[in-house]
């Protein structure tokens, strides 16, 4: 016999069908399994690293969520989506922002929907009244969202701010007497859709 053909005996025969795909199967999940572990670690490396470092400016949407109870959940109002001319001045930027409310107590939704011709105006003239800048800026979203949770009660007729539901003092605060406002009734505002041009 030659050489060749003993090294060809010596060699087991090469893996058939099932057996090379239950091998290729076998390699991608222990590949999946390793990086689902490699994630993990780093993930809670990543959590315990912030929980030494406060966090400087949480959201609202994080406020909301901290503080959940499984018993009561939130009921949310989603509203028509808002296309708006926006207050620049040197070009014609416009956005269009969709919008959802969540509420603490299921029962203001039904206020909401009564009143939602006042509560998509005021949010409709709140946007107007915005630059693409400052909708654009870090913190933009954040503002616009309790402008939109003020606009919303004072569309339900209830005082912000110290203000008149009617916005007859916008934004000045009584000098005596004043009573702390109530809470507001939309306790976060869900971006879905935010595109300015």
Same mark, same amino acid.
């Given at each position: 016999? @030659? ?22 199967? #076998? ?23 912030? /929980?030494?470092? *406060? ?9 909301? @969520? ?7 959940? *939130? #009921?949310? %109002? ?5 296309? %708006? ?5 040197? +070009? ?18 039904? +206020?909401?929907? /009564?009143?939602? *011709? ?23 979203? @954040? ?9 919303? /009660? ?5 005082? %912000?701010?110290?203000?008149? /539901? ?8 009584? +000098? ?15 971006? @879905? ?5």
């Amino acid at each position: 016999m @030659s050489a060749t053909a003993t090294a060809d005996a010596a060699l087991p025969p090469p893996v058939k069908g099932k057996k090379k795909l239950i091998l290729i199967i #076998a390699a991608a999940a222990f590949l999946l399994l390793a990086g689902l572990g490699v994630g993990a670690m780093l993930l809670l490396k990543q959590q315990s690293h912030g /929980a030494d470092m *406060p966090d400087e400016h949480p959201a609202p949407e994080e406020h909301a @969520s901290a503080a959940r109870d499984p018993a009561h959940p *939130p #009921a949310y %109002v989603p509203l028509d989506p808002f296309t %708006v001319n926006l207050a620049d001045k040197q +070009s014609d930027r416009y956005a269009q922002v969709a919008v959802t409310l969540e509420l603490s107590d299921p029962a203001t939704a039904e +206020s909401i929907k /009564a009143f939602m *011709p006042a509560v998509r105006n005021n949010i409709l003239l709140t946007l107007a009244n915005k630059t693409a800048t400052e909708l654009m800026e870090p913190d933009g979203k @954040s503002r616009l969202a309790e402008d939109i949770q003020r606009e919303t /009660a004072r569309a339900l007729g209830l005082p %912000v701010d110290g203000a008149p /539901a009617d916005g007859g003092n916008r934004g000045k605060r009584k +000098s005596s007497g004043h009573k702390e406002a109530p809470a507001m009734p939309v306790s976060a505002v869900y971006f @879905s859709t935010f595109i300015i041009q």
